[in-house]
């Protein structure tokens, strides 16, 4: 068995989603603006973190999406992560049919960015790094500012919303 090559897969790509989503994440909008100063954002899951020094994330954009162009070429990015009661918020930023910043309530950032009203935590990035990967780019973004307001989190599991409670540890 060769290192180097993966086998391929023994699983369809539906099953492979499925399987996917039983990992709970939390829900993102990530937002940016483009050299004519067009906002363009969407409905993320695929955050996660991945260094504390330099402070650095990442999340995934699909080769399809229609904001591809506009986060290739953009100096910085926004991240607002979702609290519970922003459901609609997740729906508006993945629906194409929708437009998505009209009657947005959100404050600007340093960079002219939206930090959505009421997000339980926003990331401001340096766009650092990206990198083609299969039928996504993954984004490194470098934290230049960030502020949280703990808060009931919107989770993602099974392809439904969830309110993630904060109770008791296990
Ligand atoms: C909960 C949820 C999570 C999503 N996560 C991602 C993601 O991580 N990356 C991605 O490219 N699309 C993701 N999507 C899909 C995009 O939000 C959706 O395709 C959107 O319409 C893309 O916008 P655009 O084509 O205008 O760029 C997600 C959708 C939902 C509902």
Redesign the pocket.
Known sequence: MSALCALPPDFDSTYFRSALSQFA?G?TVVITRDADGAL?G??????SSVSLEPPLVL????N?????PAFQECSHYIINVLAEHQVDL??R????AEN?FEALAFETSRTGLPILDGAAAWFECQNRSRYQEGD?VIFVGQVERCQMKPSRMLG?LGGR?LAIQPGESL
Not at 64 to 68: D, L, N
Not at 93 to 96: K, T, W
């Open positions: 994440t829900v363009h969407l409905t993320v899951n695929s955050f999340w995934s954009l699909a399809k999406a229609r904001s591809m997740a729906l930023f993945s629906r194409q998505r996504h993602f919303f």
